[in-house]
């Protein structure tokens, strides 16, 4: 027994005093990483490097370990790797080419990290050299899109994406990126094009196809023309315009439904037990916990697809079953999601569902519903940076479909009536489930319901200015399309007039603190200017007769608020302050709502006295104004129904420079977390002889 101890002992012993060996793959690497060519001892060493498994921590720490010094001093042993992985994507066995698109990875990522002070064209020349790189990336672009439009493997497919995804993302700043102007000479559209017009195929990688091309799209957009922009902007193919759409549909019923679980979960527990017994003092607390990440890559690719192609507003309107109700998965979904923002991709089983069973009794949805639901949640808290960007970004995709003839003409089409059940901010002063029963309507509805819903919601101490100003103008330019088409749309409009009171009121209310911040006339201009539209146009778009009295009954009615705003804008007017321009333009924009108050009250007060009545109600009050319209006069006020059309440049686009820095964080994030695992690839292709 004590001869046994003695043997352990001494083997514990010798085993203890040995280095821990290395993978062949990291001793190969070693050799890469001293000046001399490590080909010339080993004929077949990048033959047999490619036929290792990567190993990327290694490879990529090594990378990030040296300086530009000394990165130069290898820097032929670099190039060389380079220029072999770019041949192995030639190779047949499909083991090789894993390996080279993994080690390029790597590359890409381990020297951009270490230098990022360094500029493009040192990075260019550290990776392939000055004088090849044209043609090591000209190479490099045709084997990914061989792979891309090929009959191979998915998941091949799939690491092509994975590479172009690390490619584009390496700098913070995509346009500092000065690898990405190889990727606009060699142009992968096609390959785009192809992966989203193929059900297959956009089903395992539509995503990454989808966020990869908006990014494309963003490299120096302002400063040269960018190939990809142009391409974008007259594809006319509708399977593949429909393809993409369904792509951004499916991502964001996904974020939909986990919200809408999160939601239900919430109701179902602890808090629903706290409340019935305590009242709702606690519920606004415990509802702004329900946040799911927003997804910022994809209401880019749709920003990107509605402001460059006119053709893809045709897909906004394509009805198909509603896909969040359809494709609920078996399996409980996380509270907590997993991948970072805006880089979640929808699961599996939703991107799979591309035949939905047709269900008579199913609501049908489309694009634009998926959209307005999706902008019910994010709009509802802007206090988080990223969700503030996502509302000003939903703001402006609304904005671009509020201009658009053809978008408009859907959105008031009668005969294409839907059930939008948007989700609403819980607010102690009306009951959450008021509004389930929702009628069958045309879609401008559910928009001016949206804005309504924003508008009555964040009139707040961090008050967001400029998502007003968007709010608000998106709901004049589907005024202005109403008035010049003559649409008399049935829907309650008294709401909007309540809600752009309100806001007066709360403007004037907060004249303090708002004015050493923002221009609030500004607003109060454009809230004035719509209820002149409804005065001075009403009658061609308004539904009812009665619908125009029932305007000038909330004028009446709220007459104390305007009263207010004009001594406001009057006395800020008169002095000779930064705000007097400003406020004189609010003044001359209020003569015919104080002509309106100024006429109808005296004889409403004459009625109440006759009439021996000290309260008048609405019909009465109405009665009223039915019978003095006559003798009001009104000023014709022009360019009520005019507005600037939206640009991006150069008013958005510091905000879309710093969204895409955003996006390209994390989707860098993303790839170099969880989705080179090799093993998945290496199981698929160990079979392959």
């Not at 109700?325 to 991948?339: F, K, Q």
């Not at 004459?606 to 009104?634: F, G, K, M």
Request: glycine residues 2%; proline residues 3%; aromatic residues 8%.
């Amino acid at each position: 027994m004590a001869q046994v101890e003695k043997k352990a002992g001494l083997l514990r012993k010798s085993s203890a005093s040995k280095k821990p060996l290395k993978e062949k793959v990291v001793l190969m690497y070693e050799e890469i990483f001293v000046r001399e060519d490590p080909a010339k001892n080993n004929p077949r060493f990048w033959e047999e490097l490619f036929l290792m498994k990567v190993n990327l921590e290694y490879l990529e720490g090594k990378l990030e370990s040296l300086d530009g010094d000394e990165l130069m001093k290898v820097k032929d042993n670099i190039n060389s790797l380079f220029q072999h992985c770019i041949q192995a994507l030639g190779e047949e066995h499909q083991i090789k080419v894993v390996n080279a698109l993994q080690t390029l990875c790597a590359l890409f990522r381990g020297v951009h990290q270490k230098n990022k002070s360094t500029s493009g064209f040192d990075i260019i020349n550290m990776l392939m050299g000055f004088d090849k790189a044209e043609l090591r990336m000209k190479d490099l672009m045709e084997s990914l899109d061989t792979l891309l439009c090929g009959d191979g493997s998915e998941s091949l497919k799939s690491l092509c994406l994975k590479l172009l995804l690390c490619l584009v993302t390496v700098t913070d700043n995509i346009s500092q990126n000065t690898i990405l102007e190889y990727v606009m000479i060699n142009s992968i559209f096609e390959a785009i094009l192809q992966i989203l017009s193929s059900s297959s195929s956009r089903r395992q990688h539509g995503y990454d196809t989808v966020v990869l091309l908006a990014l494309l799209v963003n490299y120096r957009k302002y400063e040269s023309v960018n190939p990809y922009i142009v391409k974008l902007s007259i594809v006319d193919d509708e399977t593949t315009l429909n393809g993409k759409g369904l792509v951004i549909s499916q991502a964001l019923s996904e974020y939909n439904r986990q919200y809408k679980d999160k939601e239900e979960e919430n109701q179902g527990g602890f808090f629903s037990a706290l409340t019935t017994m305590v009242g709702s003092m606690f519920i606004a607390d415990a509802e702004e916990k329900i946040s799911v990440q927003t997804n910022e890559a994809i209401l880019l690719a749709l920003y990107e697809a509605v402001h460059l192609n006119r053709n893809f507003i045709t897909v906004l309107a394509q009805s198909h079953p509603e896909i969040d109700l359809v494709t609920t998965p078996s399996a409980p979904v996380p509270t907590t999601p997993t991948a970072p923002l805006g880089t979640a991709p929808p699961s599996v089983d939703v991107m799979s569902s591309t035949e939905l069973p047709l269900d008579p009794n199913l609501q049908t949805s489309n694009l634009l519903i998926t959209f307005l639901k999706y902008s019910s949640i994010v709009m509802q808290d802007t206090k988080d940076e990223h969700r503030l960007n996502s509302a000003k970004l939903c703001l402006i995709i609304l904005t671009c479909i509020a201009e658009d003839q053809y978008a408009n003409a859907f959105l008031h089409d009668d005969n294409m009536n839907f059930r939008v059940n948007l989700h609403r901010m819980p607010m102690r002063h009306r009951k959450k489930g008021a509004d389930k029963n929702i009628p069958s309507r045309p879609l401008v509805c559910a928009v001016l319901d949206l804005m309504v819903e924003f508008i009555v919601t964040h009139m707040m101490k961090e008050f967001p200015m400029d998502l007003y100003i968007r709010c608000v103008q998106v709901v004049h330019k589907l005024i202005c399309y109403q008035k010049k088409c003559r649409v008399r749309l049935h829907y309650t409009w008294r709401e909007l007039w309540s809600a752009l009171i309100n806001l007066v009121k709360f403007l004037m209310s907060n004249e303090t603190v708002l004015l050493t911040k923002y221009n609030v006339f500004h607003l109060a201009l454009l809230v004035i200017n719509l209820f002149n539209m409804f005065i001075t146009y009403g009658d061609t778009f308004l539904p009812t007769p009665s619908s125009y009295d029932e305007l000038y009954y909330e004028i009446v009615r709220m007459h104390q608020v305007f009263d207010n705003l004009y001594c406001m804008v009057l006395r800020l007017s008169t002095n000779a302050g930064q705000w007097k321009e400003a406020a004189s333009k609010v003044t001359l924009a209020l003569v015919n709502i104080r002509a309106i108050i100024n006429h109808f009250n005296p004889k409403i007060e004459s009625y109440a006295a006759v009439n021996h009545i000290s309260q008048l109600s609405e019909e009465q009050v109405l009665e009223v104004v039915r019978s003095n319209y006559d003798t009001l006069t009104l000023k014709l006020q022009d360019g009520l129904d005019q507005y600037e059309r939206y640009s991006e440049q150069p008013k958005e686009a510091a905000f879309f420079k710093e969204l895409v820095r955003s996006i390209s964080l994390n989707v860098r994030k993303n790839v170099s977390l969880n989705t080179l695992s090799q093993d998945v690839l290496l199981k698929e292709f160990s079979s392959i002889s």
